[in-house]
């Protein structure tokens, strides 16, 4: 005959609605707490990813400034590149390479014997004259003067003992430039 009503059960319901309302009774328990927990990991990990945006965008920055002032002008300022190193010494690698090419400015400021971030001399029309003005040109005393300054620098690169392994190309062009 008709086998359906040999498997309903009396009360089978209520087993199925206990279940239910034990997962009710879970969820008023532990949803708030895990809800806190999961909000918790979304904000740290929001924020850990804007501060490394903000530490990159400060990278950035600093390294465009270099770059601007090293190969845009033909005659930097050291006043200008040690700005830089003041402003963003903390930044990896900007310490060295600033105070690297500031000695280089010095020092090929002694070569030329023309002062660092002088401007070559103009006529009335603007017109570059091809020369340097009288105060721009340096004496035996100046020159002395750029390349003590450039060997200060090129001595605090070689002898500082920060960046450990990463510093040493750093410290190879410290010592080519003491050799210079």
Do not use: C
């Amino acid at each position: 005959m008709d086998n359906r009503t040999d498997g309903i059960r009396e009360g089978a319901g209520l087993d199925e609605s206990r279940l239910n309302q034990d997962f009710i009774d879970l969820m008023k328990k532990w949803s708030s707490p895990a809800l806190f927990v999961v909000a918790a990991i979304v904000i740290l990990y929001s924020g850990r990813n804007y501060l490394q945006k903000r530490h990159n965008a400060r990278v950035n920055k600093a390294f465009e400034e270099l770059a601007s002032v090293d190969y845009t002008v033909a005659n930097p300022s050291p006043v200008t590149i040690a700005a830089i190193r003041n402003e963003y010494g903390d930044v990896r690698g900007i310490k060295p390479i600033t105070a690297l090419r500031e000695a280089d400015v010095y020092l090929e400021a002694a070569i030329r014997g023309v002062a660092p971030g002088s401007e070559p001399a103009v006529d009335d029309e603007g017109q570059s004259l091809g020369r340097y003005n009288d105060e721009d040109l340096l004496d035996e005393a100046g020159r002395s003067e750029m390349l003590d300054k450039a060997e200060a620098l090129y001595r605090s690169v070689v002898e500082s003992d920060e960046g450990g392994e990463g510093w040493d190309i750093h410290r190879l062009g410290g010592a080519f430039g003491l050799a210079a």
